[in-house]
């Protein structure tokens, strides 16, 4: 009785587990998991600009879920052992305090790894050398790179087609009747509408801007300088690549970090890469400025540990290169004026995203 | 029957008679330097040292066509970048285009712009507007002038070393340096097919005294105070007589 017993469980067993796997033919029905799509209430900071959503793509509390699962699961990568969390720690305003990441395989990249807060707001081209115009083509790539989540998208598709929670996310999220219609495209916009809720703007230099905080003496003068604000103080240049709200301009610069005697000697040519004019090579998209405390090292290749070395390099007038931004020559800040700098530079931090449900990771 | 058919064609010809016959135009804007064209990057001579331009960039507002008293608006707001069209000697004698459709056919007697934005745009914020607009860029607002930049233009000049070393950089902004120019010629805009319009500014005339002398880049060579006379002023007063029309 009893091994007739066990034998109709693994019956029943082999046969619920079948239901999972889908036909790679003809899939699985999804028709019976509930498609209610809630439209997402953006919280969105009043200075900042729209958040341009593309007309195919609205945000939705349930592609934001399904965006939310894929970002922090491993399942991404080839061996299951990475997600795109692990490059992006929220903790660490979503970098991981690398120079330069390692994917699955150790080896390294050669850039490193950027902040997604307010990612949504980056409409000049992402990655640090512009090469996606949208999140969406952007959330393609890192599962293909080997030196990321080296997988490839077929064979992920078909372990998320296979899974009951990606199947019933999936179906929430998109409204599809069956396993066969999971898409990498949808993965991709789930992610991206998980990426553009990630935002963060109540820090304390937005509580001054909208006149209900202050800031230290100390802050205020870095904030002077910061934006050239008072004619007594040098101007630290900061403000024509680092402008409020997002504290970037979204635009690509050559900051002075390498030298090199003509337009083709760059060890890196960044944004040059991408356009093809000679005078973008050596150009990097001026990152934001928001959380910056967090996200160290500092730079595209993460050549500085601190926020002092990078204060220190603009000080400097950086290296010679023959399209170095006229912006970088030295400035001739003092200890005090560089330490007030450095303080202003910390009241940017705000991690209040880590509190938003829909932004934590679903599997702790 | 035959009277219904002759009822239609004619309503049909009215109606086609009753539409705006429109035309293209191009406003073709080329960067030159001492009659040649202006490569970005590339060494020209200036006073008794040299120069290379990196940036040329400006809003141009108000486009319109003039015919007399009557104004006929092209467009509210544009912008103007000689960044990816003057790297080669190629791209810089192609120039940088503006091209407005649906242009009212008609002859005119003149082309005007303002350069830079007008005040009442001016007092809005780049995060006022959508990614697609000119006003959108957050590089082209300066929060201590509360203005945004009209104009930039930066490159290198060769130091005491003999290197290119040093940059110069200008930007223009705030409503008092707001500046018009018209050109007076006549435009013929027609069915169906684009009138070019050459618009050709001068970068050395840019950066000359009004008596004509160099001014001493080496040693101003950044500003930040909208209301100094030089370089500023003299900066956009000089877009004014950089600008030249050919057709």
Known sequence: MKQLSFLILLAFALIACESCDPDPISGISLTHIEYSPTSFDLEKPANFPELEIPSDNPLTVEKIELGRHLFYDPILSADSTMSCASCHLPELAFTDNLAFSEGIDGIAGNRSSMSIVNVGFYYTGLFWDGRSQTLEDQAILPVEDPIELHNNWPELMEKLRSSELYQRLFREAFGIDNTLEMTKELAAKAISSFERVIISGDAKIDRFTLNIGVLTDEELEGFEMFFDINPDLPDAECGHCHSYPLMTTNEFRNNGISEADDLADFPDKGYGTLTGNPLDNGKFRSPSLRNIQLSGPYMHDGRFETLREVIEHYNSGGKSSPNKDPLIYPLGLTEEQKDNLEAFLHTMLDTSYLDKDYITNPFD | ?247
């Open chain 2, 1 to 247: 029957m035959k009277y219904n058919f002759l009822l239609l064609l004619s309503a049909v010809l009215l109606c086609i008679g009753c539409e705006d016959k429109t035309g293209t135009l191009e406003l073709k804007f080329l960067g030159s330097y001492d009659g040649a064209p202006l490569i970005l990057g590339e060494m020209v001579e200036y006073d008794d040292y040299q120069l290379q331009f990196f940036e040329s960039d400006f809003y141009i507002s108000e486009i319109s066509l003039t015919e007399g008293s009557s104004i006929t608006e092209v467009k509210d707001i544009d912008f103007v970048d000689f960044t990816n069209t003057n790297f080669s000697l190629e791209g810089a004698e192609n120039g940088f285009s503006l091209v407005y459709n649906n242009i009212e056919t008609g002859n005119y007697d003149g082309l005007r712009f303002g350069i830079g934005v007008p005040p009442v745009e001016n007092m809005t914020k780049p995060s006022d507007y959508n990614s697609d607009h000119v006003l959108s860029k957050p590089g082209y607002y300066w929060q201590a002038w509360d203005s945004y930049i009209f104009a930039k233009l930066a490159g290198k000049y060769k130091d005491e070393a003999g290197t290119f070393d040093d940059g110069f950089l200008f930007h223009t902004g705030t409503d008092d340096l707001f500046r018009t120019r018209e050109g007076n010629f006549n435009i013929s805009i027609n069915e169906e097919s684009t009138t070019i319009i050459e618009i050709i500014i001068d970068h050395e005339k840019l950066l000359k005294l009004q008596n004509g002398d160099f001014y001493d880049i080496q040693n101003n060579s950044t500003n930040h105070d909208p209301t100094d006379p030089v370089p500023l002023q003299m900066l956009v007063n000089n877009y004014s007589d950089a600008i030249s029309f050919q057709q």
